[in-house]
């Protein structure tokens, strides 16, 4: 048989390739959609300008950018890993692309990879702009105690994940749409960034994650403290919780 | 000898209590197009995603270039083109950009400016996929399938929704796809693609084979249908229809139609007796099935 257009030479490119080329199509993807950049971006920048540099809320303590700006960290986190990220699987899944990109040479474990590297790298860098943000206006990080940030930053960001690809397997993308996004605005407000989370004492790390992550960067960051036991525990506690769930429930089509 | 490129055997799926597909055999032999045809219902995608491992069978097996398609999904993947009925792309990348993403899947892919010329999307390639029409889709999803010089593909309604010239055009394509030796397995509910692309036929009807075999043998298997000879009038046709066993009935003065399952050999015998009888045959003309009526009457009652 003679060489054709079409001959057939199948076979899978080397998966380091692979898996460059699909970061970079869902980090174009997310930078496209505008109102995904805005919940990313906007918000937490209003709330660390507003908050931070106006007497607009009350919070419990007297350096108001360095109790606002580690929450804005915290929420910038949870905006991208929990809703953004629960928005676009919920549409990915209803468009079938998340069947069809799993039935290519991708893999569905080589999808799941290529999500949260592309999570972690927006995370990161929202994080970098935002905290660059705080620097200019006033805020003094401590970094004394940064590898801890990091940690607890790791922990969160694999809880949101973890609801946000279970919320999106178990719900229409309409729903998940509006969910994730009341979700964001209820811990946007009870979620002790702009305004002192409702005093629970330490159960409150258990049950607002938001809060316990937003503690935890101030209390390294701003305080240069270390990170209580009861906050990593709770973050520990979640993200496990989040991911088996996630891993049980996830569906691909 | 190589294996088929697609072995189905006794496959069955269900969806609750609903049976789509009862027990289908059928195989592709490599480099060869089988075509899948049968009405929307038929059991023709829910067997293709067997095939693809989508879903496992509820019976039966399935085997693809020799391997399980769930089992050994990850190693099959890379061989395979597979082309959904919808769907399946990113709403807001640009053609251009899902097949470049395609292609950088594959080891030798094909040169994805080619492919967009093949398939007339060029001037779409900087177009987000949800601002195509439904057959620039169709042709984007057929030019995904293509890209990673695949060895089968399974095509779900390539042509669905798309124009006389796009679905010409689709024809070419798949044709020179068996020209270089790539396998094909597609449903389509149009007959007349069946009957160009294919090698093979299998009709599907309510989830179980209703006929299989080469466009040709499913439409010589019926033969002809309706034979119609003009000669004298009133000549005695009982002893033509009692020797053939079909049915034969004078419709017009000297107007004869002989109905019934007929081969070349009976035209000759209808001929010879004709001659027998000392008329004159002044007209012949024969009725040959098409694999729409061969279609047609093995689907009849599909909607029960």
């Known amino acids: 048989m003679t060489t054709g257009t079409f001959t057939p030479s199948p076979g899978r490119a080397p998966m380091r390739d692979i898996l460059k080329s699909q970061v970079r199509m869902e980090l174009v993807l997310t930078a496209r959609r505008g109102e995904a950049v805005v919940l990313a971006m906007g918000v937490p920048l209003l709330v660390l300008l507003g908050a931070g540099l106006t007497e607009a809320t009350n919070v419990p303590t007297d350096d108001r950018l360095g109790y606002v700006v580690p929450g804005v960290l915290a929420l910038t986190v949870m905006s991208t890993a929990f809703t953004g990220q629960a928005i676009t699987t919920g549409y990915e899944r209803s468009y079938g692309v998340l069947k069809r990109l799993g039935a290519s040479p991708l893999t569905r474990p080589g999808l799941l990879f290529s999500k949260t590297a592309a999570i972690l790298c927006l995370v990161g860098i929202q994080i970098l702009a935002l905290a660059l943000v705080g620097v200019v206006v006033g805020w003094r990080p401590d970094f004394s105690h940064v590898l801890p940030a990091v940690g607890v930053t790791v922990l969160a960001t694999a809880a949101y994940c973890g609801f946000a690809l279970l919320i999106a397997s178990l719900l229409r993308p309409e729903t998940v749409t509006a969910g994730a996004t009341l979700i964001y605005v209820l811990m946007l407000a009870a979620g002790g960034i702009m305004f002192a989370a409702p005093d629970l004492g330490t159960a409150g790390y258990f049950v607002l994650p938001l809060a316990a992550h937003a503690q935890a960067l101030r209390d390294t960051l701003t305080d240069g403290t270390a990170v209580p036991g009861s906050i990593w525990l709770s973050l520990t506690l979640w993200a496990a919780v989040a991911l088996t769930l996630a891993a049980r429930k996830f569906r691909w089509e | 000898m190589l294996e088929n490129a697609v072995e189905v055997r006794d496959v069955v799926v269900k969806y609750g209590e609903v049976t789509a597909v009862d027990g289908v055999s059928l195989s592709v032999p490599r480099g060869s197009i089988l075509a899948l045809l049968g009405n929307n219902g038929a059991g023709k995608t829910s067997l293709l995603q067997v095939c693809e491992g989508f879903r496992g069978p509820d019976g039966g097996s399935a085997r693809v270039l020799g391997l399980d398609p769930i089992a050994d999904h990850d190693d099959l993947m890379p061989r395979l083109g597979i082309m959904l009925q919808s769907g399946g792309v990113y709403p807001w990348a640009t053609a251009g950009e899902i097949l470049r993403l395609f292609a950088s899947y594959a080891a030798d892919p094909l040169d994805v400016d080619m492919l967009l010329d093949r398939l007339g999307l060029r001037k779409f390639a900087k177009t987000r996929f949800r601002r195509l029409s439904g057959g620039e889709q169709q042709r984007l999803s057929l030019a995904v399938a293509l890209v990673g010089r695949p060895e089968l593909v399974f095509l779900d309604e390539p042509t669905a929704g798309m124009d006389v010239g796009a679905r010409q055009t689709t024809w070419e394509l798949v044709d020179s796809l068996r020209a270089d030796g790539v396998s094909v397995l597609l449903t389509t509910h149009l007959l007349d693609e069946a009957e160009s692309l294919a090698d093979h036929v299998v009709i599907m009807d309510n989830g179980t084979v209703a006929a299989t ?92």
């Open chain 2, 213 to 304: 075999g080469t466009p040709a043998e499913l439409t010589a298997a019926a033969g002809i249908d309706l034979l119609q000879v003009r000669a004298e009038p009133g000549l005695a046709i009982a002893t033509l229809a009692e020797q053939l066993d079909a049915k034969v009935t004078e419709d017009g003065p000297g107007e004869y139609a002989i109905a019934g399952t007929l081969d070349t050999e009976s035209l000759a015998e209808v001929l010879a007796w004709f001659a027998r009888a000392g008329a004159q045959v002044t007209a012949v003309n024969t009725r040959r099935r098409t694999l729409e009526d061969v279609y047609l009457a093995l689907t009849a009652g599909a909607t029960r």
